[in-house]
Structures are given as C-alpha cells and as structure tokens.
C-alpha cells in the first residue's frame, strides 16, 4: 500500500530526509550537514547548491530504504524560515549566497526605517518588527549590493528555502520549477499583508523588492505538483516553515496551547485561532498554517541563539567534546557559581529586539569552572524561556503548560530546569523530532491519507512530563541575577 510519507527537513545545520508511517513512527532518517559561511562579522550565508545536493542525497537514501518512490504516498517539506535564495529560473542554479535568517547586515536599515516611523505600519500589516531577522530587508540589501541580481531582470527567482527546494525538486529538462511558497513561510517575509494572504505592493516597495521574482502562495496542504526524480512520479503535499510544522506536530491546535522548539534557535508559538493576534510586548504575530484559503494564527517569540549555543561551546571554544556532555557536567554542579550567559551572539531576539547586542559571560571568578558555565549556557535556555512567558502574559495569555520539542530537549536536565525556572508543567513527546513529523501530518492530510489535522494527531504519539520542582525563594534569585545581566547586554548594545 502507498501510504508512507517521505519528510524533507532542511534546517540551519543540517538537512534531513525521513521516511514515517501513517502512525507516525520514523521508519528511517538521512542526514548530511551543511557548510556555515560566515564571511564577514554578523554576516551567515548558505550555499544553495550544496542546499539541494545534499538534500537530494539524503533523499535518495530514503527513498531506496522505503523501497521505492511506488511506496510513497507525498512528500512533506519543512525549513529554516527566513533564509533567502536568488537563482536562475533559465538554469535553475544559484546566483549570490543564501542570506540566512540569523544575518545581521541589515541591521543599520531596520534601524533607519524604524527612526523614520515605519514600524508600527510594518506591524499591523505583517506582524512582525522589523529587524534583520525577516527576509525583506536581506532581498533588499541583495538588490542593492549584488549587481549580477538587477542584471538578471525577470530570469531572477527569489524564495525561501521550501522555495527553492520545491523550484529544484519539479523543475526538468522541457520546463523550469514549480515557483511556490507557503503561507507560514510567506509570513515571514515582511513582505506580505498575513490578514489577507497576499503580497503587499507598499512593503515590496519599502524594501525594495522585485515583485516578479516572488514566488506564489499556497496552503499547506493540498497536492501541489509532483516531482519525477525519484524513479516515479511523486506528489508534493505539505509545506509548512519549520516552526509552524512543529506546532502542528505537537498537535498544538486549539486556542491556548504552546510548543517550544529548541534547535539553533528557540521559538515558542502559541496557537491563537482564525484571527490575528495583536502584541504589545514586541512578540510576533504569524500563520499558524493556511488549509482551504483559511488561515490560522499564533502568537510567537523568536530566540535566536539556543542549540547553536552548544554548538559554539564545542567547536570554537572547545569547552566541550559533544553535546551530550553537557547534562552531566551541569549536574556536577549543584548551582551556577554565581556565573551568566547571556547567549546574544547574533544579537537578541522577542522581547528585547537589540540586533547589536553582544553575548556575555558575567559573575566569573576563581572558582568557576567549565561546568560552570556549561549550566549557564544550559540555564539561558529556561531564563530565556521565562522572558517570553513573562511578555505573552503582558498580552494577555498566560501558558499553563508548554510542549518542548528539538534537538536539545533530549537533555532531562534542562528539561526539568525548564519547568522550574517557568513554573509550569513541561511535556515533552517521546518523539522529539516534531518538526518533521508536521510536515509529515500535512502532507498526510494533502494526499488524503488523513481528513484533517485532527485526524492527524495520531502520529504525535506518547509524552512526558516534567514538573516544577525548585524551591521559589531558589527560583527569583536566578531569575534575578539573569534579569541583571540580561540588561546589561541591552544598555550595552542601545549605548
């Protein structure tokens, strides 16, 4: 029978290719990492080349474990959301660097643009703030500083990475790609008007984007061409940006509930229903997911620095040798020795918004030692946490519980820190890859493999949970000492 779902999961590190069942077991995972180009300070770029190839690989692989491309029902694609991509629509390959969501160079721009009253518009229309972090200033300045763009005239496509993968995935040798987006990734843009789910022509023009070389925008599900490279004819039917698929995948759909993924970066959504949530305390409005032309809301906050911060830890500063040894050395320990980490090394995300800002280690003396600050770094992710708690509370929603998903979830320790520095329950699936097991629900739900999302749930599967279990007197001296050196990043980077 036809019903198996092949996930491509392409993210800021690595891509991903998993095969999942109807039942949502993961029946087996390829993986390739990407190259990180940094090539200039606050400056991240991709290859989009080696985007596809290895995404392609790693494909493949999936494809020859499932038996064969007969025995895939759809194709789901989740991705790092606001990493942008100029190519060729004559030759399909790349023209400039991918600019990645965790750039800074347009810093100066959003600054300008907000001194000169546009944010509060910028806003009501997209939800989001402005700040490098969206594609729109990067289309921007890439206009404006890669000639080899402007010269391409209307052979110039510009999208997202399911963009991309989706243009490379249908194009062949008689005709070029599908050139598609989602509403989710769409949505983060800056560039489209989410009550209407269109592109809006005065933010085009306040970036200085090129209309003709956007994509169009789709729902989520539904079968939206097929591709042939597989042996067989396959259809596509799921995209969603990767935090919204692990919305969907923790089966967040009812008005209240709140995932919390932690991977590079670390993204809370909660799910707001059919209308567009308004914040006051700098958190983003998005699309949830867009099914049949209707779109659904969450209300988000964005960390920019969570998994990456390990990662830096091991292979720069060499503090150490994998990830997993950072549960035990925070164990051996029995507090933080007075030591902060405020992880600000691609500036701060919701709430602060302080592109500028720099990371920082404070409260070290003779006696710290790297476990020290290996569970400073781990506590950042909670302190980091309860910020965006204490700002979706100023707006009126309170969590009563928080579902957590993500490569570093599978750390009991800072899963049990989570629920102890935020108060409340923390769930965590059995299966914490749940990024990709959204992507598979909706490609499920397009194929029609499922009804609906609903319906889909059933590949969520077991969870745990985690309760508070701190001493409160404990818990506001933390907090306390977080909220003195998280300051004295923001006063540093406003100076």
Request: charged letters at 20%.
């Amino acid at each position: 029978m036809r019903d198996q779902i092949l996930v491509i999961d392409e993210g800021t590190t690595s891509t991903r290719a998993m095969l999942f069942g109807p039942d949502g077991q993961c029946r087996h995972t390829a993986q390739q990492q990407l190259t990180q180009h940094y090539p200039e300070p606050g400056r991240v770029e991709h290859d989009a080349a080696e985007i596809w190839q290895r995404t392609l690989a790693v494909a493949h692989e999936v494809v020859a474990e499932a038996g064969g491309a007969e025995a895939i029902a759809a194709i789901g694609i989740t991705n790092q959301r606001e990493t942008i991509v100029f190519w060729s629509r004559r030759t399909g390959e790349p023209l400039a660097p991918a600019i990645v969501w965790q750039d800074r160079r347009t810093a100066a721009t959003c600054r300008a643009l907000k001194e000169q009253g546009y944010e509060p518009a910028v806003q009501t229309k997209t939800g989001l703030v402005l700040d490098p972090y969206f594609s729109g200033s990067k289309i921007g300045w890439a206009m404006a500083h890669w000639p080899q763009l402007r010269e391409a005239g209307d052979d110039l496509a510009i999208g997202t990475i399911d963009s991309w993968l989706i243009w490379k995935l249908t194009a062949n040798d008689e005709r070029g790609g599908l050139h598609i987006t989602d509403a989710t990734n769409a949505s983060r843009t800056a560039l489209m008007a989410i009550g209407s789910g269109h592109w809006d022509d005065g933010l085009i023009e306040l970036f200085g984007a090129p209309r003709k070389a956007l994509p169009e925008i789709v729902d989520c599900a539904g079968r939206f061409g097929e591709t042939t490279l597989f042996g067989a004819p396959i259809p596509i039917c799921g995209i969603a940006g990767d935090q919204q698929a692990a919305t969907i995948g923790q089966s967040c759909l009812q008005v209240g509930e709140t995932k919390a993924t932690f991977g590079t970066g670390a993204f809370v959504l909660t799910q707001a229903g059919p209308t567009p949530p308004t914040s006051r305390h700098r958190l983003l409005s998005t699309i949830a997911w867009q099914l049949d032309g209707r779109r659904s809301y969450a209300l988000e906050g964005s960390v920019f620095v969570a998994g990456s911060l390990i990662q830096w830890l091991r292979d720069t500063l060499g503090l150490i040798g994998t990830a997993a040894e950072t549960e035990a050395l925070a164990r051996s320990v029995t507090d933080n020795g007075g030591t902060y980490l405020v992880p600000a090394l691609s500036g701060l995300g919701a709430p602060w918004w302080e592109p500028d800002a720099r990371g920082s280690i404070s409260g070290l003396s003779f006696s710290t030692t790297r476990a020290h600050i290996v569970r400073a770094a781990l506590e950042a992710m909670a302190h980091q946490a309860h910020d965006l708690e204490a700002a979706f509370a100023a707006d009126g929603i309170n969590w009563n519980c928080v579902r957590i998903d993500g490569g570093m979830v599978a750390n009991n320790w800072m899963a049990q820190d989570m629920a102890d520095m935020l108060g409340i329950p923390v769930e965590r699936p059995r299966f914490a890859e749940t990024t990709a097991l959204g992507a598979a629900m909706l490609a499920g739900v397009g194929s029609g493999l499922f009804a609906d999302l609903a319906a889909a749930g059933v590949m969520r599967g077991a969870v745990e949970t985690f309760t508070p279990a701190i001493d409160a007197d404990a818990r506001a001296a933390r907090l306390a000492g977080w909220q003195k050196a998280v300051a004295s990043v923001v006063t540093l980077a406003a100076a």
